[in-house]
């Protein structure tokens, strides 16, 4: 298989996911979304042995298309070796009153995924965390730490891009109360409710 073929495929295998993911929760505008990507499990390889810069960059494409379709915000985790910070704009981390960590990306500290939206991005920074409406694991990169509370597991219909599991994420709110709590308006008054 030649490699346009294939990066043409990973980029349309990104949006696909991210699309579906959107759709699912409901994501647009004042939202943010956690991207992980391991390019070395799209690649076929064991997490942190191969990554890929040609690799990272389709799947930035795929991604940044889905979200200039929609207007919801976007990071990027990096690897373990920064202590997985997270790329986005500045605009972002200055509205949403993250802290600020510094460091530049590249593919051996930080990841090849996080490096390439580095590079990409009008004015990036890092934040050391995060807590986000959604998101995206392409490769088993644990996002987890950086979702709301509370989390609800997704499954997209492509379980793969190139040779790397994907699972997803939405949140909702957490419920509170008991027995009696009410979690949207009724359409009838019941006599049974406090005054």
């Given at each position: 298989m030649?490699?346009?073929r294939?990066e043409q ?7 696909e996911?991210?699309e ?8 647009g ?5 956690v991207i992980?990507?391991s390019?070395?499990?799209?690649a076929g390889?064991r997490i942190?042995?191969a990554g890929?810069?040609?690799i990272?960059a389709e ?5 940044a ?7 919801f915000e976007i ?7 920064l202590n997985?910070a ?5 605009s972002?981390?200055?509205r949403?009153g993250?802290t600020e960590?510094?460091?530049v ?5 930080g990841g090849s995924m ?5 590079r990409?991005l009008k004015?990036?920074?890092l934040a ?7 998101g995206?694991d ?12 509370v ?5 997209p219909?492509r379980?793969?891009i190139?040779?790397?599991r994907?699972?997803?994420a ?12 009410v979690y949207?308006l009724?359409e009838?008054?019941d006599s049974h409710?406090?005054?």
């Open positions: 030649d490699i346009e294939t495929s990973l980029r349309e295998q990104a949006a996911v991210l579906e993911l959107v759709s699912a929760a409901s994501l505008s004042g939202h943010l979304v992980g990507a390019t070395s499990e799209v390889q942190g042995t890929a810069e040609n990272a799947l930035y494409a795929g991604f298309e889905v979200q200039s379709k929609h207007g990071a990027f985790q990096c690897c373990e070796h997985r997270l790329v986005m704009e500045r972002v981390l200055e949403l993250l960590v510094a460091a990306p590249v593919p051996k500290a996080a490096a390439a939206a580095y990409q004015q990036p920074c050391e965390s995060v807590q986000a409406h959604a995206l392409v490769g088993e990169t644990l996002i987890g730490m950086h979702l709301k509370r989390a609800v597991p997704y499954r219909a379980r793969y190139g040779e790397a994907v699972t997803a939405w949140t909702r709110p957490k419920l509170i109360g008991g027995e009696r709590a949207q009724p009838v008054q409710l406090c005054d």
